[in-house]
Nanobody, 130 residues
Framework: QVQLVQSGGGLVQIGGSLRLSCSASTDNLDDYHIGWFRQTPGKEREAISCITASSDATYYIDAVKGRFTTTRDNAKNTVYLQMSSLKSEDTATYYC???????????????????????WGQGTQVTVSA
């Protein structure tokens, strides 16, 4: 089973940018759908972006669309979440998740929902302040 290691995050001012990384030391991440999720205290973890194993499609929730970008670097076995124009409401703990498609066709479509992901990174805090 792939193990996900996250890096990035931290404290940033409103309007600033951060990049989160999700890497794996074992297994190839391009065998997996990768999702980015965030969670604030007292709330459920929500999916904010996903990228298919085929890398043909990415999904974003409306709250981050146009500000966040998910990309893969297969050479580095890493998936990135580039976050720009950050808002105070983006403050949360961010997680990456992995879901292995069961067949070739399943590589093309991802269910961008927490229930579809079973492998998780350790989480990283993002705090956006004035």
């Amino acid at each position: 089973q792939v193990q996900l290691v996250q890096s990035g995050g931290g404290l940033v001012q409103i309007g600033g940018s951060l990049r989160l990384s999700c890497s794996a030391s074992t297994d190839n991440l391009d065998d997996y759908h990768i999702g980015w999720f965030r969670q604030t205290p007292g709330k459920e973890r929500e999916a904010i972006s996903c990228i298919t194993a085929s890398s043909d499609a990415t999904y974003y929730i409306d709250a981050v669309k146009g500000r966040f970008t998910t990309t893969r670097d297969n050479a580095k076995n890493t998936v990135y979440l580039q976050m720009s124009s950050l808002k105070s409401e983006d403050t949360a703990t961010y997680y990456c998740g992995a879901d292995r498609p069961r067949d070739v066709m399943s590589r093309l479509v991802v269910t961008c929902d927490e229930s579809a992901f079973t492998i998780w990174g350790q989480g990283t805090q993002v705090t956006v302040s004035a």
